[in-house]
């Protein structure tokens, strides 16, 4: 049921999710040399590119994007929806602490003995945001319906 509000919140917080596959979200650099952090790769000049092992953000962001697809259509069961929308949200701020923790262990484990400097200035990094913020807007648009309803249901 797409005309409702939370419903678009949720259509547009998925997108948010999906578009994070396709943009870094995070930057490091350390002398001469740098990396870009994606959710399913670390491309690096040189050979640092295989210290980095995707698979739990990849986990954690596909958990995200599928629940937020699911309670889209979890419409008829406003107060189910707004619980699975917690569990959504657990996600989301795993999804968003980790996007923060891998690359400080990312930069630890580079021993070049230079400083490595890391950089959240793209826009994968905001994605998580964005849904996390969405997803807040959702819950109170279906509060807010089902306070109507209950109301109607107590004039009857």
Known sequence: MIQRAQSLYLL???????VMYFF??????WG?????????????QG????IYNPMLMLIVSSLTGLGFLVSIFL???????MRFNVLVFVFNAALIGLMFWIPER????ISTGDFVNVSYKYAGAVMPLISLLLLVFANRAIRKDEIK???ADRLR
């Not at 547009?12 to 999906?18: E, K, Q």
């Not at 740098?34 to 690096?44: I, N, Q, R, T």
């Open 32 to 44: 001469s040399e740098s990396g870009m952090l994606y959710l399913s790769s670390f491309e690096a």
């Open 75 to 81: 419409f008829k069961n406003r107060v189910f929806q």
């Open 47 to 50: 050979t640092l590119s295989d």
């Open 106 to 109: 990312i930069a630890d484990s």
């Open 12 to 18: 547009i917080g998925f997108i948010a999710i999906v």
């Open 149 to 151: 309803v209950r109301a």
């Open 24 to 29: 870094p979200f995070a930057g490091l650099f």
